[in-house]
T-cell receptor, first 111, second 114 residues
Framework: EPEVTQTPSHQVTQMGQEVILRCVPISNHLYFYWYRQILGQKVEFLVSFYNNEISEKSEIFDDQFSVERPDGSNFTLKIRSTKLEDSAMYFC?????????FGPGTRLLVL | DAKTTQPPSMDCAEGRAANLPCNHSTISGNEYVYWYRQIHSQGPQYIIHGLKNNETNEMASLIITEDRKSSTLILPHATLRDTAVYYCIVSATYSGGGADGLTFGKGTHLIIQP
C-alpha cells in the first residue's frame, strides 16, 4: 500500500540555523500539507499546497517558513532561522479522494 | 478551534467493541466526519469518514445520526494495539478536489485493558 514518506526521521539543529524537512507524497496525489505537533499539544495545520503554490496557510506559517515542490516527487518545508519553539514533530500529508494521508513525521529538536 | 467535542479518555476491555462518541452540532451540510488515530507521536492514521450514511471498512464502523450532529466510531473487537488517541474531525472538500487543512482537537485517549 502506498505511503507518505518523510526524511529525516530526526533532526537536531542549533538555534538560528536553516532546516529543510522532506516529504515524498503518495504518487498521483495532488494536494499536499504540512502540520506540526509540539510535544504534548495538538496537531496544528501549517500550510497546504496545490499546483505549485500555497493554497492555504495558518497564522503559524510566518515568513520564516516556506514550502516547495522542487521536482515531481519531493515536497519540502524550510525553516529559515530556527527558534527553540520550533522544536516539534512535523507531519506531511497528501490528499486523494476525500482523504488526507499522513507521513510518519520528522522530529525536530532546536538547541 | 475544533468543531467537535469528544470525551478526553475511555477504557475498553480487549476483545470488546469500543464505541467512541463525538459531537459536532454545528456541522455544515457539505462537511464530512473524519476519524483519525495517533499512536504515541506517530503520524495520524486515517480510519474512516462519512457524510450522511453509516460507513464500514476493515478497521471500523462509523455511525452518523440522522441530524448529523453526532457520530460514533466503533472498533468491533478492540486489541491492545488499538490503544491510541482518536480524533473526530469535520471538514469540507473543495468541489474540484482537495480540502482545507484539518483542525485537530485533543481527541479521546482510548486505553484497551487486557
Amino acid at each position: 500500500e502506498p505511503e507518505v514518506t518523510q526524511t529525516p526521521s530526526h533532526q537536531v539543529t542549533q538555534m538560528g540555523q536553516e532546516v529543510i524537512l522532506r516529504c515524498v507524497p503518495i504518487s498521483n496525489h495532488l494536494y499536499f500539507y504540512w502540520y506540526r505537533q509540539i510535544l504534548g499539544q495538538k496537531v496544528e495545520f501549517l500550510v497546504s499546497f496545490y499546483n505549485n503554490e500555497i493554497s492555504e496557510k495558518s497564522e503559524i506559517f510566518d515568513d520564516q517558513f516556506s514550502v516547495e515542490r522542487p521536482d515531481g516527487s519531493n515536497f519540502t518545508l524550510k525553516i529559515r532561522s530556527t527558534k527553540l519553539e520550533d522544536s516539534a514533530m512535523y507531519f506531511c500529508a497528501s490528499w486523494y479522494q476525500e482523504t488526507q494521508y499522513f507521513g510518519p513525521g520528522t522530529r525536530l529538536l532546536v538547541l | 478551534d475544533a468543531k467537535t467535542t469528544q470525551p478526553p479518555s475511555m477504557d475498553c476491555a480487549e476483545g470488546r467493541a469500543a464505541n467512541l462518541p463525538c459531537n459536532h452540532s454545528t456541522i455544515s451540510g457539505n462537511e464530512y466526519v473524519y476519524w483519525y488515530r495517533q499512536i504515541h507521536s506517530q503520524g495520524p492514521q486515517y480510519i474512516i469518514h462519512g457524510l450522511k450514511n453509516n460507513e464500514t471498512n476493515e478497521m471500523a464502523s462509523l455511525i452518523i445520526t440522522e441530524d448529523r450532529k453526532s457520530s460514533t466510531l466503533i472498533l468491533p473487537h478492540a486489541t491492545l494495539r488499538d490503544t491510541a488517541v482518536y480524533y473526530c474531525i469535520v471538514s469540507a472538500t473543495y468541489s474540484g478536489g482537495g480540502a482545507d487543512g484539518l483542525t485537530f482537537g485533543k481527541g479521546t485517549h482510548l486505553i484497551i485493558q487486557p
